[in-house]
């Protein structure tokens, strides 16, 4: 069974550019969550979809993030115009089951850089 | 809110010897813990898990972690060292049915041979 995936691995962008980081979860999860680690702290909850509709988006930081999920299947996630405190690791998980009893299964994550 | 607090940036032990990752945490309702491990280059990778029943909790790799309720820790620990275990070491707390996981700031172990 494919684990969770996630495009790309790393990414340099200026300040002011777009970028858009992609996650697909392992087939069959409905449940799909988006954390990120900055500056070495801890990793912090962005948002969590269920299918395509988006269950908790309490830790998104501002409007100038747009996550989608369009389908239920593969989700992105869209940093417009990124800044410099955007960079950081952009983790997802996905897990068959909502309910905080149910393994989260992580990817490798992206490495966002702005400069 | 629920929190996690992971006191120490970093760990040191030699190959062999015992070691411990300490985690505290917060949290209004009833604790599910989690320990993740994070390789250089890899993703998150589960390790072991709290949700109810016997304190002492038993996962991959020879971890192990000890629930104290009273005390709000959830330790990892190992008996006896491997060079291969070095590695950044998370926990997280889930509240009861809460999706979302918070998690410490990561503990680096390092294991000397």
């Known amino acids: 069974e494919a684990g969770v995936t996630q495009f790309p691995s790393h990414s340099v962008i200026e300040k002011g550019q777009t970028v858009t980081l992609r996650c697909d979860p392992i087939s069959g999860h409905d449940n799909l969550y988006w954390y990120r680690r900055v500056m070495g702290k801890e990793i912090k909850f962005l948002l969590h979809f269920v299918k395509e509709s988006k269950q908790d988006e309490s830790g998104m930081p501002n409007n100038r993030f747009l996550a989608e999920r369009t389908g239920g299947t593969y989700s992105t996630l869209k940093v417009q115009p990124a800044e410099l405190e955007d960079s950081g690791v952009y983790f997802c998980a996905s897990s068959q089951e909502g309910g905080s009893y149910y393994e989260q299964y992580f990817g490798p994550g992206t490495r966002l850089t702005v400069t | 809110a629920q929190s996690v607090a992971q006191p120490e940036d970093q760990v040191k032990v030699a190959e062999g010897n015992p070691l411990t990752v300490k985690c505290t945490y917060s949290?209004?309702?009833?604790?599910?813990l989690f320990w993740y491990v994070q390789y250089p280059n890899r993703g998150l990778q589960f390790l072991l898990k709290?949700?109810?029943?016997?304190?002492l909790v038993k996962g991959s790799y020879g971890f192990e972690a000890e629930f104290n309720k009273s005390q709000t820790s959830f330790h990892l620990k190992k008996p006896s060292a491997l060079v291969s275990d070095s590695a950044l070491y998370f926990c997280a707390v889930r509240d009861t049915n809460a999706g979302k996981s918070t998690f410490g700031d990561g503990t680096t172990l390092t294991v000397k041979p």
């Open positions: 709290y949700i109810t029943g016997d304190n």
């Open positions: 949290v209004s309702g009833n604790p599910y």
